[in-house]
């Protein structure tokens, strides 16, 4: 999920608006878009890479703890892939919970 925002990390705050203009012309490319157009991945798309990232993290873990069971892994592989793992499962569920609490708000709203 990283190399689909790099592109943001080179912006520069002390370098202005051109900066981002540039960086904007530069990301939305040569094409002509018109307001609504779709320019990149959804909303939908970025959860679904999320949840894929943090599950294919846990099951690195597990099979880095069946390794160490098997005596080809050492204590320091399996405590760093369950930190990676607990680091990717925490950052899971307080964003689904950002998400109920924004979706709770959104429906208390009178229409």
Same mark, same amino acid.
């Not at 900066?19 to 779709?38: C, F, H, M, R, Y």
């Not at 999320?50 to 703890?65: F, P, R």
């Not at 930190?83 to 009178?110: F, G, H, N």
């Given at each position: ?13 002390? $370098? ?9 012309? %530069? ?6 878009? /018109?307001?609504?157009? $779709? ?12 949840? /894929?990232?943090?599950? $294919? ?16 892994? $050492? ?15 925490? /950052? ?8 109920? %609490?924004?979706?709770?708000?959104? /429906?208390?709203?009178?229409?």
């Amino acid at each position: 999920m990283i190399d689909k925002i790099q592109n943001v990390s080179s912006l520069s705050l002390s $370098n202005g608006i051109e900066d981002i203009s540039s960086e904007k012309s %530069s990301v939305l490319g040569s094409t002509a878009l /018109t307001p609504g157009q $779709n320019t990149g991945m959804n909303f939908a798309q970025v959860l679904g890479d999320m949840a /894929t990232d943090t599950m $294919n993290s846990l099951k690195g873990a597990e099979a880095m703890s069946f390794k160490a069971i098997q005596g080809k892994a $050492n204590t320091r592989e399996v405590v760093d892939a369950v930190l990676e793992a607990q680091q990717s499962l925490q /950052t899971a569920m307080a964003l689904r919970d950002k998400i109920v %609490s924004a979706y709770l708000e959104i /429906t208390k709203m009178p229409i």
